[in-house]
């Protein structure tokens, strides 16, 4: 059973415009919700995180938007580059040290 | 400062065998986690060790083991291999928990390919 489910799959855009993917959750212990980026070859990384006593969050062009009421959260990339192309992986956490369920993941290609 | 390192990067393992990865952390970290990275099934957590206790573990079959030693260093190790084992298996590692703002650092996983 999936605890965080992640939308869509795959993604295009284009240089410059707004990527937006989408997360929603069930159990409402989860109090801890980052983002990951990560790169063929490569380990995932900490892009942002917010916690649900705030409903918006913002570090550079990412923004991660948090509606505790619809159990939602998204992460917006404004000002797309092509350098963003990755896949993206929503993430909870709500229990006593580090244990995370993932999204599924999205493909994001930016095209130039 | 040097990243979280797994290893091998790569192996090739037959049925029925065992295989056992490492993870050397971060210097300084002693919270370190495992997941299993699939296709189909995306990230799903092993389980995560904090100064040599296991604090947390996830939903696989008890073929699946871990432990982490005083300098925090982490193995898992997986007996009678099946093919669906087959997958990217990463380590990350932490100061602390995510929740009170620690940082989670990924390695770059070992690939491990069940034949």
């Known amino acids: 059973q999936q605890q965080v489910k992640q939308s869509p799959q795959s993604l295009i855009v284009q240089k410059g415009g707004i990527s937006i993917i989408n997360c929603a959750y069930e159990n409402t212990a989860f109090d801890y919700f980052p983002w990951y980026q990560q790169f063929p070859g490569k380990g995932p990384a900490l892009l942002i995180a917010i916690r649900p006593d705030v409903s918006e969050k913002k570090e550079g062009r990412f923004t991660i938007s948090f509606n505790k009421s619809a159990k939602q959260f998204s992460l917006h990339i404004m000002d797309s580059q092509p350098g963003d192309s990755a896949t993206y992986f929503c993430?909870?956490?709500?229990?006593?040290?580090?244990?995370?369920?993932f999204g599924t993941g999205t493909s994001l290609t930016v095209i130039p | 400062k040097a990243g979280v390192t797994q290893t091998p990067r790569y192996l090739i393992k037959t049925r029925g065998q065992q295989v056992t990865l490492s993870c050397s952390p971060i210097?300084?970290?002693?919270?370190v986690s495992w997941y299993q990275q699939t296709p189909g099934q995306g990230l799903q957590f092993l389980f995560e060790?904090?100064?040599?206790?296991?604090?947390n573990k996830g939903n696989f079959p008890g073929r699946f083991s871990g432990r982490q030693f005083s300098n925090s260093r982490s193995e898992m190790n997986v007996s009678t291999l099946e093919l669906g084992d087959s997958a990217l298996y990463l380590c990350a590692s932490s100061l602390g928990q995510a929740i009170s703002g620690n940082t989670i650092y990924f390695g770059e996983g070992s690939w491990l390919t069940v034949v």
């Open positions: 060790y904090f100064s040599e206790t296991q604090r």
């Open positions: 210097s300084g970290h002693r919270s």
């Open positions: 993430a909870a956490s709500g229990y006593t040290g580090n244990q995370f369920y």
